[in-house]
C-alpha cells in the first residue's frame, strides 16, 4: 500500500522534508486539500492560516501544526471560542507558537474548543460544535476537542492543546490520539489566555508516541516571561524512546477503575498492563483513597479562579463591548458580560465568585486546596514506590453530541480519572489502547514531576505491542 503524505507520521514527515523528498510547499497544499475536504464535517477550525511560513531546516521542518484557540497568534486572531474575543488579534505570539516558529513548524489554523476551555466535548463553543471523526454523531471531548479532531481526521499533523482538567488527554482518548498533559511548568504559559492559573498547562496532541517526544523537543523549556515556568535542564525526549521497561513498577489505583467505569475500557487497560508484565514489569493493585474527593475540589478551585481572570472582560479594559448607547456602566457591563459569555462560563463564574465571597472562602475554597495537598501528598507516596501508575483516561469512549450539554453534573463526572493530576501537578498520557464498539479508549500513563521520558518509554512500548489502525474512517478515504 503507497503511503500517503496525509499518512505519515511527524516524524516521518520531517524526514521527508529533511532529505529533499518532499517539498514543505507541497505538504502544506496537501494538508490545506484535507481541510477543504473534511472539515466541514468535523469542524476543527475555527480559523485558518492563509500565511502560514516554516523553515524546513528546524527540527519541525515546515510541518503543519494546529494550535487551540486559547493561545496566541501574532496577527491571526484568538477567540477562546467565545463571543466575547470574535475579533481580538494578539500583537504578539505564545511563548510554544514562537518556539514552534523557531524550529520551522508552521502554524495552520487555530482549532475549536469549549468557550474559554471550559468544557469536555466542545459543545460549549460559541460558534459551533466539533465533530468525532470516528463517529460525526459523537462529540471529540474537550476542551482542545478541535485540535484532537485536527490530528485525527489528518487535517494537521501534530496540534498544541491546554489541559486544565484533562482538555488534552480526553480528546485524545475519544479521537485515538497521543495526548500528553505535562508537568506544572514544564511547558510556558505565556500567551496562554488564562483559565484557571495554578493548574492548566500547554501539552502536544500527535498520532503516535514519537511524534509526541518531538513536538516536546520542540515546545518545552524554560521562559522567564512566565512566573510558573521551571529552570530545568533541557531534555531529548526521543532518547527515551530506546528504552525498556523490565524490572519497572507499575501501580492500578484501583479508584480509576471502579463503578461507571465502561467494561470494554476496563479489558483494554488491563490488556495494556498484562502486556507490560510480559515485558518483565510488575504490577500492583494500589489505593490513592483522597481522588474520590478530587472532582469536587478541582471544580471548586477552577470555577473560583475562572471567576477572578474572567472578571477583566467587561467590555471596557478586554473583550467586546456590547452598545450601551444611555446606559449606565453597570448595565453596560451587565449587557456586555450577558452576551459575551456562554451558558457554561456565565455557571463557572457565578459558583466560583460565590465560592471565594465572604462568609464562603473558607468553607469551600481553601478546604479544595486542603484536598488537592491530600491528593498530592497520596501521589508522591505511591511514587517512592511504582515508576507510574496505570488506568484509564475516560472510563467510556466518546459519547453522543447532545447526550450531556443539558446536564453538567453528568459532563463533569467525565474528568473522573482526569482531574487529580491536574491537582497534583504530576505528567500524564493518555495513550490510544484499543476500541470499544468501534470507537477508540485511552491508557492513561502517569508518572512523578519531571518525568515525561518515562512516560514515553512505557507509552512507546505498548503502542508496539498493540499496534492499531488509528485512522478514522474520515480519514480512509
Known sequence: MMVGILDLTLYELVDAIKNGSLDAEEVLEEYRGSIRKSDGKVKAYITLNDHADGDPRGILAGAPI????????????????????????????????QRIKGAGGRVIGKTNMDEFAMGSSTEHSAFF??????????????SSGGSGVAVAAREAVAALGSDTGGSVRCP?????????????????????????????????????????????????????????SLNVDAEDYLSYLANDVKGM???????????????????????????????????????????????????MIAMSEASSNLARYDGIRYGTREEDEGLDWSSSY??????GF?????????????????????????KAQKVRTLIKNEFDRLF???????????????????????????????????????????????????FVDGLPVGLQI???????????????????????????????G
Open 66 to 97: 494546529a494550535v487551540k484557540d486559547n493561545i496566541c497568534t501574532k496577527g491571526m486572531r484568538t477567540t477562546c471560542a467565545s463571543k466575547m474575543l470574535e475579533g481580538y488579534v494578539p500583537p504578539y505570539d505564545a511563548a510554544v507558537v
Open 129 to 142: 460544535p466539533s465533530r468525532n471523526p470516528w463517529d460525526t454523531d459523537r462529540v471529540p471531548g474537550g
Open 172 to 228: 485524545a482518548s475519544f479521537c485515538g490520539v497521543v495526548g500528553l498533559k505535562t508537568t506544572y511548568g514544564l511547558m510556558s504559559r505565556y500567551g496562554l489566555v488564562s483559565f484557571s492559573n495554578s493548574i492548566e498547562q500547554i501539552g502536544p496532541m500527535t498520532r503516535d508516541v514519537r511524534d509526541c517526544a518531538l513536538m516536546m523537543n520542540a515546545v518545552s523549556g524554560y521562559d522567564e516571561r512566565d512566573g510558573t
Open 249 to 299: 513498577r507499575f501501580g492500578v489505583p484501583r479508584e480509576f477503575l471502579g463503578d461507571g467505569t465502561d467494561d470494554g475500557v476496563s479489558k483494554a487497560v488491563w490488556r495494556c498492563v498484562n502486556s507490560l508484565e510480559s515485558m518483565g514489569a510488575r504490577w500492583d493493585e494500589v489505593s490513592l483513597p483522597s481522588v474520590r474527593y478530587a472532582l469536587p475540589a478541582y471544580y
Open 334 to 339: 451587565s449587557k456586555t458580560r450577558g452576551r
Open 342 to 366: 456562554g451558558k457554561e462560563v456565565k455557571r463557572r463564574i457565578i459558583l466560583g465568585t460565590f465560592a471565594l465571597s465572604s462568609g464562603y472562602y473558607e468553607a469551600y475554597y481553601i
Open 384 to 434: 517512592k514506590e511504582y515508576d507510574a501508575l496505570l488506568g484509564p483516561t475516560m472510563p467510556s469512549p466518546a459519547f453522543r453530541l447532545g447526550e450531556k450539554v443539558d446536564d453538567p453534573l453528568s459532563m463533569y463526572m467525565t474528568d473522573i480519572d482526569t482531574v487529580s493530576i491536574n491537582l497534583a501537578g504530576i505528567p500524564a498520557l493518555s495513550l490510544p489502547c484499543g
Open 446 to 476: 502517569m508518572a512523578p514531576p519531571l518525568c515525561e521520558g518515562r512516560i514515553l518509554t512505557v507509552a512507546k512500548r505498548i503502542e508496539e505491542e498493540l499496534r492499531l489502525d488509528l485512522r478514522p474512517p474520515l480519514a480512509r
